[in-house]
């Protein structure tokens, strides 16, 4: 694990409710990412984000879904009303302001299940 | 758009022996980056080796290399001298080129399970 931390590791929501993931990236890393995979599928992409401001969010469904990444503190993706479908591990990636392509930190991700 | 392919759902190998893991990649633009993950049982992404498209030899890291074929667009992941901890799913991802900002949006294949034994 290369630093990025995601919190919390499960998540358990009823449907209807709404669910926080938070990460935290790579001490420096300036550029965060959300992921989803669903079961037995490889992760697909959902935002890009840098400090305050959203550059790429065409992996984000279009209703429910929100994500941010302040100036001070964690990025946090927001699902609002939670469906079953909304079930996955959602997996946060960080990477350097400059350069560093090739390498993309993954957390753990967040089991997030839906009941 | 970028597409990846891993035709191999499932793969057994013997400890200590070699195992290479097929991907296949599409795109029509000259600069990408392709990369390998494992993920273990316990769920988290775990970098193994990155290889650009401009790099003029194939990437090793240890007990990884990855055999780099630009004209048949494949990035086929070779595990050498394979250990029981190998044993995890792994997946093959692509950079698409070009993404504003310069970030690493990656498109993922489907996996293989890689399964060491005795």
């Known amino acids: 694990n290369a630093g990025v931390m995601q919190n919390p590791r499960h998540l358990v929501r009823r449907r209807g409710q709404e669910a926080r993931l938070r990460c935290s990236p790579v001490?420096?890393?300036?550029?965060v990412y959300w992921y989803r995979q669903l079961p037995e599928e490889g992760l697909k992409f959902m935002v890009y984000l840098q400090k305050e401001n959203i550059i790429d969010e065409s992996g984000m469904p279009k209703e429910r879904f929100s994500a941010e990444f302040p100036k001070e503190g964690p990025s946090i993706l927001r699902i609002q009303q939670v469906v079953r479908g909304d079930s996955a591990a959602y997996f946060c990636a960080s990477s350097p302001p400059t350069g560093g392509g090739e390498k993309l930190f993954f957390g753990s991700g967040t089991q997030l299940s839906v009941l | 758009a970028q597409k990846i392919t891993q035709t191999q759902p499932g793969m057994f190998v013997q400890e200590k022996e070699a195992v290479t893991l097929d991907c296949t990649y599409d795109?029509?633009?000259?600069?990408?980056?392709l990369f390998w993950y494992k993920q273990p049982s316990s769920g988290e992404m775990i970098f193994l080796i990155y290889q650009g498209s401009y790099d003029q030899q194939n990437a090793t890291e240890g007990r990884y290399s990855l055999n780099f074929q630009k004209a048949r667009k494949s990035a086929n992941l070779v595990i050498s001298a394979s250990q029981l901890g190998d044993s995890a799913m792994y997946f093959c991802?692509?950079?698409?080129?070009?993404?504003?900002?310069?970030?690493?949006?990656?498109?993922f294949g489907t996996g293989t399970q890689l399964k060491v034994e005795l």
């Open positions: 001490k420096g890393h300036s550029h």
């Open positions: 795109t029509s633009d000259p600069s990408y980056g």
């Open positions: 991802a692509m950079r698409e080129p070009g993404v504003t900002g310069g970030g690493n949006k990656l498109t």
